[in-house]
C-alpha cells in the first residue's frame, strides 16, 4: 500500500523526504501558493512563531510541484509533519506529469493550512529564510534557474517580512548549500521587495 501526494513546497526538497519517497516532476492546475500560514516549529516552543506556505484554489493559476509515492506506513508521520493542515483529496486528475503529461493517482492529495491558521506574515511572524532557501532548492534541483522564478512569481505574501536565519537556522530541515546558490536565491527574491529583519 502506498500514499500519493503533492509537495508544493519544503516536500519539493527531496532531502526532506523519506528514504523509500519517489518523486515525480510535474504541475498542478488550479492552485496557487501563499504565504498565508501562522506556525511555531514543533519542538522549538520558546522562539517565536513564523509564516509558512500553504496554498488557496485559483482557477487561472498552475503551480509546480512534486507528486510523491511512499509507502502508507510514513501517513501518520507525515500527518505530523503537515500538522494543522489537512488534507485535500483527489487532486490528481488536475496533475500532469512533466515527463509525460501523465495525470497523478486518483487518490493523491496535498495539504492546506486550517483556516485558523490562515493570516499573513507580520513582524511577530515572519517568514524563515532558512526555510525559503529549502524550498528554494528543491524547485532549482527540478527545474533550475527557472524553477527558482516560477515558486517566487506564483506564490503571493512576498510583502511578509524574511527572518534572517540563514547563520543559524531555525528551520528543522534547513539544508546546507552552496554560496552561489545561495547568491542566485538573493538575487531572484531582490524583485519581490523582500524585506528583511534580523534574527
Not at 101 to 115: I, R
Request: charged share 30%.
Amino acid at each position: 500500500m502506498t500514499i500519493t501526494y503533492f509537495g508544493y513546497g519544503s516536500l519539493v526538497n527531496t532531502r526532506t523526504l523519506g528514504p523509500q519517497a519517489v518523486a515525480e516532476a510535474g504541475t498542478l492546475s488550479g492552485w496557487r501558493r501563499e504565504w498565508r500560514a501562522w506556525w511555531r516549529p514543533a519542538g522549538a516552543e520558546n522562539l517565536p512563531k513564523v509564516c509558512t506556505l500553504t496554498v488557496r484554489r485559483a482557477a487561472d493559476t498552475a503551480i509546480r510541484g512534486v507528486m510523491v509515492s511512499e509507502p502508507a506506513e510514513r501517513l501518520a508521520e507525515l500527518d505530523a509533519r503537515e500538522r494543522r493542515y489537512r488534507r485535500i483529496d483527489g487532486i490528481g486528475p488536475s496533475f500532469r506529469r512533466d515527463d509525460d503529461g501523465a495525470a497523478g493517482a486518483a487518490s493523491a492529495f496535498l495539504y492546506e493550512a486550517d483556516s485558523e491558521i490562515r493570516r499573513p506574515g507580520d513582524d511577530e511572524h515572519p517568514i524563515l529564510q532558512s526555510y525559503v532557501d529549502c524550498v528554494l532548492a528543491g524547485f532549482h534541483a527540478f527545474w533550475g534557474e527557472e524553477g527558482v522564478r516560477h515558486f517566487i512569481e506564483t506564490t503571493d505574501g512576498w510583502d511578509a517580512p524574511m527572518l534572517a536565519d540563514r547563520s543559524a537556522p531555525r528551520y528543522p530541515r534547513a539544508q546546507v548549500l552552496d554560496a552561489d546558490l545561495l547568491a542566485l536565491f538573493d538575487d531572484q527574491l531582490a524583485g519581490t521587495g523582500l524585506r528583511h529583519i534580523e534574527a
